[in-house]
Structures are given as C-alpha cells and as structure tokens.
C-alpha cells in the first residue's frame, strides 16, 4: 500500500480488552430474564466470530449467544444504559503508548466502531485527544452510517485518498467493511476473531506491531 494518511480504528477487540465484560453482562441478563442459556467461553466466542458470527452491534451480540428476538432488545437498551458505569473496560496493554506514536508519526487517528460514544469515551478517557473530532463515527451517531459509509465519511473529512485510509479491526467483518470502502485493511489477532494465520490481509500480533506497521508506511 501507499502511505498512510489516517488510521482508523475499530475499538472493541483492538484498542479496549472488553470481551470478557461483554460476556459478562450476557450471563447478568440472561439470569435477569431466566435464560436458561449456555454462553460461550472467550475461544469459543473467538472462533464463532472467526468463522463468520455477527456480533457487532451490541444487540446481534446478544442474538449470537442465544437471547431470542425481544429479550435481545431489552437487554441491549439495558447495556447502553449501564454497560459503561457497571462493566469498565481498559485498553489493551501497549494501546496507549501505540496511539501517541502513532499520533507523533503525524499520521491522522479516527474511530469507526459499533459501540456508542459514552461507553468508549469512558474506556478510553484522556486518550480520545488522539483522535480527530471529525473522523469518529460511533453507533449512536444520529446518521446511523454503516462502517463502510463511516470509513469513506472520514476519510473525505481528513481529506484522505481510500488508499491512503487504513482501518484497523478485528473481527472478519471489519475486513469486508475495508473491501467496500475500497481502504486497506489490517487485523489484529488479539481481539475479538481474527486468527493469527490469516492470509488475506496484514495481521498485527499487539499494539506494538500496529504502531510498527503504521510506522512503515509513513514518509519519511
């Protein structure tokens, strides 16, 4: 690929270690509703999403570990209620040290995720002065854009060529969004459902390895 202009990252699986938390408010609310459901471990949730699962948004999460049609609504008007108060999440370790040296590259940072603004300005607190205000697009926005549409939408923002626009995510479905964007894409093997052989596009082993990735497609 040519020089990178703007990363955008997904957040959950890449920037924030929240799967087990994610997982966790499934078992409350299950018991909340007298599920009787059997949820899936971290690896068995990984290799449902590496074999093509939707998880993503928060309420086809539900739907994939078993909650039936309305349960999975209620339970997902409960979890943007109190998901960011009653489950904190953190960065993966590493994240925030990648962000900064990604950001001292000079290379533009934005956010294309499916989760809402309140739960990952409260994950990722004082680290959100990385990104540029015009280029993160949450599931909250009131334009309701998919990932494709938001990566081309930041990308015209920062006034970046699609080839010149990175995107960062972890689960399979990321990459497809990346194709319809027409963006380069690169996977990050410690999240949500990306395997580390995968052979389609560049995968990132941690943090660190995103920042050297960005680092060698910058100008000198």
Request: net charge negative; with cysteine.
């Amino acid at each position: 690929m040519t020089d990178i202009s703007i990363a955008i990252f997904d957040v959950d699986g890449v920037l924030l270690d929240s799967l087990d938390a994610h997982l966790q408010i499934c078992r409350d609310e299950a018991r909340r509703f007298g599920l009787s459901i059997k949820l899936p471990t971290i690896e068995e949730f990984q290799s449902l999403v590496a074999h093509g699962a939707v998880v993503s948004p928060m309420v086809e999460f539900f739907r994939a570990v078993g909650f039936p049609g309305q349960l999975a609504e209620l339970a997902n008007e409960h979890y943007r209620r109190e998901f960011a108060q009653k489950y904190p999440v953190r960065p993966f370790p590493g994240v925030l040290d990648m962000l900064a040296e990604v950001a001292a590259t000079g290379v533009g940072l934005g956010i294309a995720t499916s989760n809402t603004r309140a739960i990952i300005s409260s994950a990722l607190g004082d680290a959100m002065r990385f990104f540029d205000a015009r280029c993160i697009f949450t599931d909250d926005d009131s334009r309701r854009l998919t990932k494709a549409a938001a990566l081309s939408e930041c990308a015209h923002n920062y006034g970046a060529k699609p080839e010149t626009t990175l995107y960062i995510g972890d689960q399979p479905r990321d990459f497809a969004a990346a194709q319809m964007a027409h963006v380069p894409f690169l996977g990050v093997s410690y999240g949500w459902g990306i395997e580390a052989d995968e052979t389609r596009f560049a995968v990132a082993k941690s943090p660190k390895e995103i920042a050297g990735y960005i680092r060698a497609y910058t100008q000198a």
